[in-house]
């Protein structure tokens, strides 16, 4: 798993969250200390997702789209990308040929 350089907890800080709290610390007194950057909240996220194995994190990609793209237009998209238009480029091609507004 990627972790970007600018996360403020990653799984070994959610892990710690975790020990403290189950060992009887409540999330709000664990969030105060200087050295834990996540407040009460996120603490409770944290144990609520504790697994078995440790803190496993989650995907943030939605599990259904409200309205999603239909195929023949993924599928041309998927045409332009392949022969390495840009975004821009892509949308001004299926703009002109009447397929996207």
């Known amino acids: 798993m990627n972790i970007h350089k600018n996360a403020r907890l990653t799984p ?4 710690r969250i975790v020990r403290q709290v ?8 664990v969030s105060q200390r200087r050295r834990l950057p996540a407040d009460h909240r996120q603490m409770g996220r944290a144990v609520s997702r504790r697994r078995p194995g440790g803190v496993q994190d989650r995907s943030s990609r939605a599990y259904r789209l409200y309205r999603p793209t239909p195929d023949h237009i993924a599928d041309q998209v998927g045409a332009l990308r392949r022969q390495r238009y840009t975004g821009k ?3 001004a ?4 040929a009447g397929v996207w507004k």
């Open 12 to 15: 070994n800080g959610r892990e």
């Open 89 to 91: 480029q892509i949308a």
């Open 93 to 96: 091609e299926l703009a002109q």
């Open 22 to 29: 189950l060992s009887g610390r409540t999330p709000k007194a």
